[in-house]
């Protein structure tokens, strides 16, 4: 599928949580954000790379985007939180890409000046866009070999 | 920022929390749901709290200077920003959980600041009248949901309980603190039409389903 349109959704379905998890993440987020009403909890996509020309330097296949349906969650749980601690979302609310994928230099077309965030290691060389990342705020990789999770 | 998102030598998956603390983010970790900081890279709360992990080496640079001095480089598959285009005939698109709905900047503008609710998150949403700054705000502040109302540069609590810059949300008066700022993504109303076929364009007089529109 040609990946030139910026607002292409970004089906994986392998790394999509179940009906069933996604049930069991809205109860345990209402009782952990009681001041926000979640209303459903299912992530419009999981990360880039349905399209033919993505791959993964490490041949990785991508973390589970599950949450464990039991695990456990201080705010919830009532821990005292630090000073300044504000419950803003619900976990994953804003979704991370937990099976990013990637494409040459030759299939990509982004502008010169597109700040990217670029990281080194052993000779392989990847960028991550700033304008994606803000969106989704989180890309979790495996960079030869080497569990890297990169933030803004 | 870069981490090795590994503790004595287990790797963690991390995810995103969706809290703020000293108004950061903060992420969780999917083996133990300790609550991490992501300036200091340290767990704040939970079993490993406390914790901290290593930071990699980054670097925050252009994509063609970066492939100048990375030609054999691989790029994330994930879109560039949009450019060259005007704003105006765009829409600011806000996505939580199941629902999005499409902010037409023409209509914004002319509303100057909207509050509403998606995702069940209350939001603002804000454009600047004539500048192309837009910013999408929570409205929850200090554990109150506020009416936002545009004054100039400010956005000002209908309440009157605090005054914040437009543009970025930080606090010119009142104690609640700097806006929390929230993901948002502009898009042509077609292609939001063609994506989003479950999402609604917002309108003054009420949201209108794709579907329907």
């Known amino acids: 599928m040609a990946h030139d349109d910026p607002f292409l959704p970004e089906f994986d379905e392998t790394h999509r949580p179940s ?4 049930v069991g993440v809205l109860v345990s987020l209402a009782a952990a954000l009681a001041v926000i009403a979640v209303v459903v909890f299912v992530p419009a996509d999981s990360g880039p790379g349905s399209s033919q020309d993505s791959f993964h330097p490490d041949g990785w296949e991508g973390a589970s985007a599950q949450i464990p349906s039991d695990l456990f969650d201080p ?3 009532g821990e005292s939180l630090p000073d300044g601690y504000r419950p803003v979302l619900p976990r994953d609310g804003i979704f991370p890409v937990y099976a990013p994928k990637f494409r040459t230099v030759e299939n990509t077309d982004w502008p010169s000046d597109e700040l990217i965030i670029g990281v080194e290691i052993d000779g392989d060389a990847r960028a991550y866009p700033i304008g994606f990342l803000t969106r989704r705020e989180i ?3 495996m960079h030869r070999g080497i569990p890297t999770f990169v933030t803004w | 920022m870069v981490h090795r998102r590994e503790v004595d ?3 963690l998956v991390l995810g995103n929390q969706g809290d703020l603390w000293g108004n950061a983010m903060t992420w969780f ?3 133990t749901g300790s ?3 992501q300036p200091i890279g340290e767990a704040i709360l939970g ?9 990699l080496a980054s670097t925050l640079t252009e994509w063609g200077d970066w492939l100048e001095r990375h030609p054999d480089t691989v790029a994330l598959d994930a879109p560039a920003r949009m450019s ?3 704003l105006a005939q765009m829409a600011i698109v806000v996505e939580f959980g199941s629902e999005s709905v499409a902010f037409p900047v023409s209509e914004l503008r002319q509303a100057g600041v909207v509050n509403t609710n998606v995702g069940g998150i209350p939001v603002a949403v804000t454009v600047d009248d004539d500048s192309d700054d837009w910013a999408v705000y929570s409205r929850l502040i200090d554990g109150r949901t506020v009416e936002l109302e545009r004054s100039g540069d400010d956005l000002v609590a209908a309440d009157g309980s605090g005054r914040w810059t437009a543009e970025r949300g930080v606090q010119r008066s009142g104690d609640g603190g700097n806006l929390d700022v929230l993901p948002g993504f502009t898009s042509f109303p077609a292609d939001y039409t063609t994506f989003f076929p479950d999402g609604a364009f917002w309108r003054s007089s009420g949201n209108v389903p794709v579907a329907g529109s």
């Open chain 1, 19 to 22: 009906p069933a998890l996604s």
């Open chain 2, 84 to 86: 060259g285009f005007a």
């Open chain 1, 139 to 141: 890309v979790v990789d």
């Open chain 2, 35 to 37: 609550v991490w900081s």
């Open chain 1, 75 to 77: 705010v919830a749980a």
């Open chain 2, 47 to 55: 079993p490993l709290t406390g914790t901290r992990l290593d930071l």
């Open chain 2, 29 to 31: 970790d999917h083996e």
């Open chain 2, 9 to 11: 030598g287990r790797p």
